[in-house]
């Protein structure tokens, strides 16, 4: 079964302090990575796609990036209007062929 | 704003009920998928319609059913509703059918179901 899996599940950062989320998933017949960021009670906004291992993407202090094995998401000085769940999504070929979601992590910024 | 629309916003009925949940692609898009989100489960897809045909079903139960109409509209029917039915759920669409395409959400309509 296509599993993805986010890491940690909850971040607390202090403002300006750069990390990183991580996203796991299975290796055979991903063929898309999506992020997505989510505000209590809203639907999901797209952040970012990514379709080939090495490729990146970024917006504003966002960047992602991809490998054969992982997804990251990394927040470069972040604010506290940045503070959201982030969600990862795969696309793998395959029986399912639709969006499979990992559980997200809850970032917390603090001013 | 993704362009994506749903009605109603909220919505609390019964247990036993039937609800009708709506939704508007963005303008453009053929594709029109359904999610449920709860606490426990996550971000779940239920089924997937594209140009008014059904492509794909996730884990949706036998009492929920939808369809997409010839202006591309889509709703999503949930009888015979349960506690456990207590959830947000998402419409989410996307330019063609094809698996890897960027899906957009809508706004989501939260059921409560007592």
């Known amino acids: 079964e296509d599993q993805v899996t986010q890491s940690p599940e909850a971040l607390r950062l202090q403002e300006g302090e750069s990390s990183s989320l991580n996203c796991s998933y299975t290796v055979s017949g991903l063929r898309g990575l999506f992020w997505y960021r989510q505000d209590p009670g809203k639907g999901p906004e797209f952040l970012f796609t990514?379709?080939?291992a090495g490729e990146e993407k970024e917006k504003e202090r966002l960047k992602a990036t991809l490998t054969k094995k992982e997804s990251f998401l990394h927040i470069t000085a972040p604010k506290p209007e940045d503070s959201a769940t982030y969600l990862c999504a795969g696309y793998f070929s395959g029986s399912a062929r639709q969006l499979t979601f990992g559980s997200g992590t809850q970032l917390t910024v603090l001013p | 704003d993704s362009g994506v629309t749903q009605t109603p916003k909220h919505l609390i009925t019964a247990t036993g009920q039937r609800v009708t949940l709506r939704c508007s692609p963005r303008s453009g898009d053929l594709s029109v998928y359904w999610y449920q989100q709860s606490l426990d489960q996550g971000l779940q897809f239920l089924i997937q319609y594209y140009n008014g045909e059904e492509r794909a079903k996730g884990n949706i139960l036998e009492r929920f059913s939808a369809q997409q109409f010839p202006d591309l509209h889509s709703e999503l029917n949930l009888s015979s509703l349960e506690l456990g039915d207590s959830a947000l759920y998402f419409c989410a669409s996307s330019t063609h059918f094809q698996g890897g395409q960027t899906q957009y959400f809508g706004p989501g309509t939260r059921l409560l179901v007592l």
């Open positions: 990514l379709y080939s």
